[in-house]
Nanobody
Framework: QVQLVESGGGLVQAGGSLRLSCVAS????????LGWFRQAPGKEREFVAT????????TYADSVKGRFAISKDNARNTAYLQMNNLKPEDTAVYYC???????????????WGQGRRVTVSS
C-alpha cells in the first residue's frame, strides 16, 4: 500500500543546485522514516539521507554533509532533498525510500520510488 512518487532532479552544472521531492502514501507506521538513496552508473546503491518521525531527526552520508539537506512536510507527507554545491560525483539515479526503520543498508529498505536522474556536468 505504500507508494512513493518522486519529482525534480535533472541536469545542472557543477556548483549548482537541484531539488527532489517525494510524495509518500501509506500508513504512518510504514513511512515513519523517509529518505533518499542513489545509484551511480556501475556502482551499488548507497545511502544519502533520512528523516525520521514527527521530530524530523535527520541523518546524512558523509559525502553529502554540508551540501544536501533533507526535510519533510508532515501535513503533505512529502520529503524533499535540497542538493547544493553539486559535484560530478553526485551524478546518479536518486531513489526515495520509506520504512519503519530505514538505515544505511539498501537491502533492508522495504519501499522504493522509481528514481529520478540527477546529472552534474563539469
Amino acid at each position: 500500500q505504500v507508494q512513493l512518487v518522486e519529482s525534480g532532479g535533472g541536469l545542472v552544472q557543477a556548483g549548482g543546485s537541484l531539488r527532489l521531492s517525494c510524495v509518500a502514501s501509506g500508513r504512518t507506521f510504514d513511512t515513519h522514516v523517509l529518505g533518499w538513496f542513489r545509484q551511480a552508473p556501475g556502482k551499488e546503491r548507497e545511502f544519502v539521507a533520512t528523516i525520521r518521525g514527527s521530530f524530523n531527526t535527520t541523518t546524512y552520508a558523509d559525502s553529502v554533509k554540508g551540501r544536501f539537506a533533507i526535510s519533510k512536510d508532515n501535513a503533505r507527507n512529502t520529503a524533499y532533498l535540497q542538493m547544493n554545491n553539486l559535484k560530478p560525483e553526485d551524478t546518479a539515479v536518486y531513489y526515495c525510500v520509506a520504512g519503519v526503520d530505514v538505515r544505511r543498508d539498501p537491502y533492508r529498505v522495504p519501499y522504493w520510488g522509481q528514481g529520478r536522474r540527477v546529472t552534474v556536468s563539469s
